[in-house]
């Protein structure tokens, strides 16, 4: 096994269902299962993930067909679910929100209906540090204030608020987990992050580094932060896919609702970021500074204890080298495979 620490893990009773299993934080954690044997099924209409990322029994299929999520739920039996399967890109949220409303929200309530015909009540959750809004403390532990700013941000709320509901009606139990900047890719180079666009920091520069792109343009160095750029709080995605497991675990053990942040609580700078991705790559990065990229908040940074103290989760790869790094040799081959194929 990689560097997931297996002797901590709980035991988890299978089948778990993983929807948006073929993306990237969901095929980092349908690896992680399948590598404690926990039998699993993934669920994706791919249209944001990829075939090649999926590991296992594997459903295509949309959440918004619920003929399709009662046969699957029949077929496999799934004694908990992982739900990943969201749209997630900020700026789109504000421009098409419906999108957000129906996939995000809408979509959830089809997949909780569909657990709850089936006796299925187990759900770990992603959601997001987008919920907070702009942050009135930093670092944001759970306690703040939930206020968010984008659509994207209150759709996520309004689906832990659902949670939440249900789970006080008909006894539904479910892990929140709110994300800060997920980030790198696996150890072992096979699973990583590809988006279509890619909006994030990290991939950017390093396409950047393999001269996929001409310049990485950073998004404001007028913040009132020590080099001016914006601070983010970045965490490993194998350290995110153990966390659900460690939360599903809770979960199974009776525990019935929790959330928690998912974050290192260290800040780097979008300069910091990109100083590393020139170290690790050993190559140069063109950068330019471009005006700032509205509702970015110049500071997130992940605090509170929950994650530790209810799921006894810390992060184990917070180096922003070994993110880095994980990320570059990922995309590194990434490129090299498709110039041999081209
Ligand atoms: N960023 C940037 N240039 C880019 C992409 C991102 O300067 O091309 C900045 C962005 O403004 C933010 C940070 O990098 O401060 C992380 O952005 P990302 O989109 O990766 O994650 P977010 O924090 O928006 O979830």
Redesign the pocket.
Known sequence: MSSQNSSAMPAITGPVLITGGAGYIGSHTTRLLRQLKVPTVVLDNLSAGHQRFVQGPFEKADLGDCAALDRIFSTHKPKAVVHFAAKTY?GESVTEPSKYYLENVHFTWNLLEAMRAHGCRDIVFSSSC?TYGNPQRIPIDEAHPQLPISPYGRTKLHMEHMLEDFSRAYGLRFAALRYF?A?GASQSGELGEIHAPE????P??LFAALGLRQK?????NDYDTPDG????DYVHVEDLARAHVQALGKLQDGIARLACNLGTGTGFS?LE?IDACQRVSGRPVHVEI?P??EG?PPR?ISGGSAALDLLGWAPQRARLDDIVGDAWRFHLAEAQSAKKSS
Request: hydrophobic residues 60%; aromatic residues 4%.
């Open positions: 900020v987008a900047n980030a909006t994030h920091l990290i950017l520069v990485i343009s950073v998004f404001g750029t914006c601070i983010r979008v970021v471009a700032r990229r970015d997130l």
